[in-house]
């Protein structure tokens, strides 16, 4: 119920503060200690994020599962815990995706199948940022050809007022 209120918060991004270009200068990526092992994927901002607002987004790559991924995360003291926040669960393309991108949805479909994707919600509050985290396990590549290992991790920054 948490991950779907989430959804529903990423979905009114109008609603909220949010950087829209080089005006706002946003943080280089998630903390040092947290980017271990993690490379930066700009392609799946512009898969899977709103044009309107790909300036608030960032996404890296995780090799690990999402469990080794959020075991990672969790313990940093920026990573808050609401009830539900980072509890992995299964989920059709769908809505682990969103439907604000430019990605083909029929093609993403098509790779899961029957099989759905492990995703994880969950926000993180640091220098007066909030960032809204989702994980997505196993995820397409970059081509939509085939799913990969490992964890896309998709970062939306909402400024504080």
């Not at 940093?76 to 926040?85: I, M, Y």
Request: proline share 11%; glycine share 6%.
């Amino acid at each position: 119920m948490a991950a779907l209120a989430v959804l529903v918060c990423m979905d009114l991004r109008p609603a909220a503060q949010v950087s829209d270009g080089p005006s706002t200068p946003l943080r280089a990526g998630p903390s040092t200690s947290l980017r271990e092992g993690w490379r930066e994927a700009p392609e799946y901002v512009r898969l899977f994020a709103p044009q309107a607002r790909r300036a608030a987004y960032r996404a890296y790559i995780s090799p690990l599962g999402l469990e080794a991924t959020l075991a990672q995360i969790t313990p940093d003291p920026a990573v808050l815990h609401p009830p539900g926040a980072w509890t992995p669960q299964a989920m059709i393309p769908y809505d682990a995706f969103g439907l604000s991108g430019s990605y083909n949805r029929w093609k993403v479909a098509g790779l899961y199948r029957s099989r759905r994707a492990q995703v994880a919600h969950g926000p993180r509050l640091e220098q007066g940022e909030t960032e809204s985290w989702t994980l997505i396990a196993p995820y397409p590549d970059e081509a939509l050809q085939r799913l990969e290992p490992g964890t896309l991790i998709i970062v939306l920054r909402i400024l504080s007022d």
